[in-house]
């Protein structure tokens, strides 16, 4: 890493930065309505919310983290690209059209849509800030790591000064362009990252003839300590029977936390009608899909011309092996626009947490809660979540700061597992089960959030062990690092004992309007037109 030119690699993120500032300015001029900044004025095709989707949900974890995870510990890693993928075939058959029929911009509408309308939102954007606060807390500390890693930026205050400079940018494209904005970068940073994984990755095979089974075992012999082991299951997850079960828990909550992320779910609301939503997922799971073949050649990749010894000695350790690999390929040059993508890829990702999250607060809570759905300035709402962006880019600016250096991997953990215990049971019991009521949404969502955050706060990802949060304290109860194989049943159980025990009376009207619609997307542009 002592090759590369911190110079080079700012100037080429600079570049970036300017090129989509343009862009967003240039989006902002049609962003005149609440369904323009909220929903991009539904004027995306499904191609194009494909490819935005794409740019959403790849994360630097994604790169970063997969393309470590599968140089260090072979099969197991790429078990993550796995997880990450089967996600969006839940997302397809169960969420996506359904969604895109019965809701306007948020989660809290469909869960809405038949009960009471004041203690579901106020429970659904409770959820939604949730997951998206612990998302972007990840990604704002993880832009603190990647400043020690791609810059050569070591001190604490320059890694802060760079979160700093990522939460400015990111209230900035929120701001000015909205969903419209933020979704034309979603789409640029998709393009440019999987353009240069999938340029690397002929590269790396270019090396080895083309042949796959050449690489693999170019990567067995540079590891001589892992050897065959790379090659099949139970290198990082099969040492004892609780790290098999914590694998599992932990793949439970990445298929189904998916389909019930917010910054995900409001995507489905970009496009004009629920065939675009269904287009843009099949677009989605072909890119995220080809995306993560090119990990799984990016990390053997690495493991055979890096080297185990050396990815672990970098300062980001498995999080260095993408950088080391572009450094190794084609020196400084290469690594400078791998840096550049790296930090494109979280711009972007927080970009569009903070608008979900800005959204969900004014749409739900102060649209139809404190003004009861009665404003009447109709401007109010997106002046609302304006304000509610910049307070959210200021806390999570003050959170990545704090968290900059600490283990960040239970964030994402309770994130997804938020999403697939309090979120996902809530979604699927209104759409497909007629007796859900008020009752069972309260108990599923606030009964899923208190359970996951409790049982994570008592896991070894907290304390207890080298690599916790808090190294010299030790209050880890529950085993498992990931909650999800217990939360999520949890969480589904507490939905139909809210249900059975409730004297709530679910209107059959409105049931069957919410069947009709969601299924057939009858009556759907109407309501969303209002």
Do not use: C
């Not at 939503?277 to 993560?292: D, K, M, N, Q, T």
């Not at 739900?364 to 609302?384: F, H, L, M, T």
């Not at 808090?470 to 217990?486: E, H, M, R, Y």
Request: proline share 3%; net charge positive; glycine share 12%.
């Amino acid at each position: 890493m002592n090759e590369s030119s911190p110079i080079l690699n700012i100037s080429i993120f600079g570049v970036f930065v300017i090129a989509t500032l343009v862009v967003v300015i240039r989006a902002s001029r049609n962003t005149k309505t609440a369904a323009d900044y909220l929903a991009a004025g539904r004027a995306f095709t499904g191609p194009q919310n494909g490819i935005a989707i794409a740019g959403d949900y790849l994360s630097a974890a994604s790169f970063l983290g997969i393309a470590g995870a599968i140089a260090l510990n072979g099969y197991d890693g790429f078990l993550y690209s796995i997880g990450f993928l089967v996600a969006w075939l839940v997302a397809l058959l169960l969420v996506a059209e359904l969604l895109r029929n019965t809701g306007k911009y948020t989660m809290g509408d469909v869960l809405s849509f038949r009960m009471r309308q004041r203690p579901v939102r106020a429970a659904a954007a409770t959820s939604t800030m949730a997951v998206s606060f612990f998302y972007l807390l990840a990604q704002m500390a993880g832009a603190g790591g990647l400043v020690a890693l791609l810059l050569g930026i070591t001190g604490t205050g320059g890694q802060a000064l760079v979160i700093a400079v990522v939460g400015a940018l990111m209230i900035a494209y929120v701001l000015i362009g909205g969903m419209k904005g933020t979704t034309w970068v979603q789409i640029i940073k998709a393009v440019l990252l999987i353009a240069g994984a999938g340029i690397m990755t002929v590269w790396v095979l270019a090396k080895y003839g083309f042949n796959l089974s050449s690489l693999l075992g170019a990567a067995v012999d540079a590891a001589p300590k892992a050897g065959e082991k790379l090659l099949g299951p139970g290198l990082q997850y099969g040492a004892t029977g609780t790290s098999k079960l914590d694998f599992l828990s932990l793949a439970l909550a990445l298929v189904l936390g998916t389909a019930g992320l917010p910054h995900i779910l409001m995507r489905f609301y970009t496009v004009p009608t629920a065939k675009e939503a269904r287009r843009s997922v099949v677009w989605a799971i072909w890119l995220i899909g080809i995306f993560y073949l090119f990990t799984l050649v990016l990390g053997y990749g690495a493991g055979a011309l890096v080297g185990p010894d050396k990815i672990n000695a970098a300062p980001g350790k498995a999080n260095s092996a993408a950088p080391l690999l572009a450094l190794e390929l084609g020196g400084p040059i290469l690594l400078g626009l791998i840096a550049a993508v790296a930090f494109a890829t979280i711009l972007a990702v927080v970009a569009g947490l903070t608008i979900t999250a800005s959204a969900s607060f004014a749409h739900d809570i102060y649209a139809n809660i404190i003004k009861k759905g009665q404003e009447e300035d109709k401007d109010s709402e997106v002046k609302v979540a304006r304000i509610t962006a910049i307070v959210i880019g200021l806390v999570s600016i003050g959170g990545g700061i704090i968290a900059n250096g600490q283990n960040i991997a239970f964030l994402v953990a309770l994130a997804f597992a938020v999403a697939a215990s309090a979120n996902l049971p809530t979604i699927l019991y209104s759409l497909f089960w007629k007796r859900f009521n008020t009752s069972g949404a309260l108990w599923s969502i606030y009964g899923g959030l208190i359970v996951t955050i409790t049982l994570i706060v008592l896991s070894p990802a907290v304390s207890g062990k080298p690599t916790s949060m808090f190294k010299n304290a030790d209050f880890d109860l529950f085993p498992l690092s990931n909650p999800g194989i217990v939360s999520i049943p949890v969480a589904f159980l507490l939905g139909y004992v809210g249900t059975i025990l409730s004297k709530d009376k679910a209107d059959p009207a409105k049931q069957a309007e919410m069947e009709v619609r969601s299924l057939t997307g009858a009556g759907a542009e109407k309501a969303i037109a209002h």
